[in-house]
């Protein structure tokens, strides 16, 4: 086909139009402090191993900076339209992060975690995962997404650039309450037997309204359920009676909450009463 010529007015793009950064520019901005100028403390609270650590980066306010200028995916808005390019449940906004603009950054955790004698990885066996997560006054929910989660990944690293100490990261127990057996994840409900698994389903669906995805399907894996209220307003979740929360971790400005992603967990975050937005940077070992 023979396009028709027309004429465009088309802008001119000049190098000063994008944001550019040299390699060396771009390791300062994601450089971690020296282990001395941190405060590190690594516990283990009913098997949840986890570390806090005040004081992470260097410039904490020049990586915000930085990770602002990354697009972001409105997760309310493709909640509602049942399609997310960024692949979560997750609320408020995501951005994806390219692995290699925190290529420095995974090491210096890497050698965190080492030294620490928090991980044993070795550093050519582990792949990390970046995104970020801002969460912000107002901020809706959409299918309980306050409810706790487990991951899909190893450990999450989330270093916090706002100051959201009220805010911060829970980690939940269920209690089966005929056996007062507690289980931390859904593969410790998921490994216990039919009996204590169905008492488990039973009570989501009870208290959240949790449905299968597809009633016809033999397929009762308790992954595929999910209440199905859709959009709603955002609950400061801190526990209930089912769910019981047993530790937090704040989001102390500069902070950084690692910990396994395979107990339950979820963002607590007051959306109503906030003065201002949560944001964090999460890495994440696949
Ligand atoms: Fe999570």
């Known amino acids: 086909m023979k396009l028709k010529k027309t004429i465009f007015d088309i802008p001119e793009l000049e190098l000063e139009n994008f944001s550019t950064y040299s390699t060396k520019e771009l390791m300062a901005i994601t450089e971690v402090n020296k282990i001395e100028d941190m405060e590190i403390d690594i516990k283990i609270v009913e098997g949840l191993k986890s570390m806090k650590v005040h004081n992470i980066m260097k410039r904490p306010l020049e990586l ?15 909640s509602i339209e049942e399609l997310s390019f960024s692949g979560s449940k997750s609320p408020g906004l995501q951005q994806p992060i390219e ?9 210096q955790l890497w050698h965190l975690c080492k030294q620490m004698r928090f991980l044993k990885y070795r550093e050519k066996d582990i792949r990390w995962k ?30 916090f650039l706002t100051e959201s100490e009220q805010h911060g990261t829970s980690f ?17 409900v998921m490994s216990a ?14 208290n959240y309204q949790y449905q299968v995805s597809d009633p016809e ?33 704040p989001s102390t400005f500069n902070s950084m909450s690692m910990y ?17 937005g949560r944001y964090s940077l999460v890495a994440c070992i696949l």
């Open 217 to 249: 399907s033999d397929d009762k894996v308790i992954g595929q359920m999910t209440p199905k209220n859709g959009d709603d307003e955002w609950t400061h979740f801190e526990g209930d009676h089912f769910y019981k929360r047993y530790y937090f971790m």
């Open 64 to 78: 915000r900076d930085f990770m602002r200028n990354f697009p972001a995916e409105n997760k309310e808005k493709s």
């Open 172 to 188: 939940f127990k269920y209690t089966d309450k005929e056996t007062g057996r507690d289980f931390y994840s859904m593969s410790d």
């Open 130 to 159: 970046y995104y970020s997560n801002f969460y912000y006054k107002g901020m809706r929910s959409y299918n309980k997404n306050f409810l706790p989660h487990v991951d899909p990944f190893s450990y999450a690293a989330n270093i």
């Open 193 to 206: 037997g039919d009996k204590l698994r169905t008492a488990y389903t039973d009570g989501l669906k009870e």
């Open 260 to 276: 396994r992603g395979n107990r339950w967990h979820s963002a607590t975050f007051d959306a109503k009463n906030t003065k201002s």
């Open 99 to 107: 692995r290699a603009f925190m290529t420095f950054l995974g090491y």
